[in-house]
């Protein structure tokens, strides 16, 4: 699943070179459900940045509690909340990692998962405009989860779906049939991810601790050779 984000300033425009930005990029350190993050999508055929409330929310909602805040890659065209966003309405998220818990005998060790370049992500998610007052922000989105890699699963069984730079246009494109984008909706290479131990600190969402994100241990990765320090 993905409870957590961890949002540094990036370097989206090497990434999306034709992104457009309207305000000051959106950052945090320990970003929870429930909270503005943000988001590309293509507006004028154009990326576009901007933000949203964590937790889809379409019009006919009434509790804001029930705003699921991912999404199951294989339920998107099955259920209803999800599958006219999924036809036209797509979105990324641009990150610097997704904070995960590994089960421990005695406590859940949490762990950044990034990539082993710690360059940013971009992962696939939802987004609907609605018209209630459950919160002061203008459209909601979801993160779309796929099963994890296996070198990943034991902390893990499900992350957000990462899209390469090079498919952001065409899934960001409603045009894009929803079979096309279905296929861009698979796990990471083992290659591309890693994952090291970070502070139980994160286990406060109100802690915003630069520190919640340093690595306490090595990283788990598929190649050595490809960590960055």
């Known amino acids: 699943m993905a409870g957590r984000l961890y949002i540094p300033p990036l ?3 090497r990434l999306l070179p ?4 309207d305000e000051t990029p959106l950052t945090g350190t320990n970003l929870a459900p429930r909270q503005p993050l943000p988001l590309i999508r293509l507006e ?4 576009r940045l901007g933000r949203a409330f964590w937790g ?11 705003a699921p805040h991912c999404a199951r890659a294989e339920s998107l065209e099955s259920r209803a909340m999800f599958r006219d966003a999924f036809a036209a309405r797509r979105c990324l998220v641009p990150v610097g990692g997704v904070y995960v818990w590994r089960p421990m005998p005695r406590a859940k060790q949490p762990y950044l998962v990034t990539r082993v370049d710690r360059g940013p992500l971009l992962l ?13 922000y203008n459209d909601s989105l979801a993160l779309i989860t796929v099963p ?7 902390l893990s069984d499900r992350l957000p779906a990462v899209i390469e730079p090079d498919d952001a246009i065409p899934w ?6 929803t079979a096309d984008a279905r296929q861009r909706l698979m796990p990471a290479d083992e290659e591309l991810l890693g994952a090291f131990p970070v502070s139980r600190g994160v286990n406060d969402p109100g802690n915003q601790e630069a520190s919640c994100a340093y690595p306490i ?9 490809q960590e960055t320090r």
């Open 44 to 47: 004028a055929g154009r990326p």
């Open 11 to 13: 370097a989206l425009d």
């Open 172 to 177: 960001l494109d409603p045009q894009t049939p």
């Open 148 to 154: 994890s890699p296996s070198l990943l699963s034991p």
């Open 124 to 136: 696939a998610g939802l987004w609907c405009r609605f018209h209630t007052t459950l919160t002061e």
């Open 217 to 225: 241990g090595p990283m788990l990765r598929r190649n050595p050779e």
């Open 56 to 66: 889809l929310t379409p019009p006919w909602l009434k509790v804001l509690d029930h």
């Open 18 to 21: 034709d992104l457009a930005v």
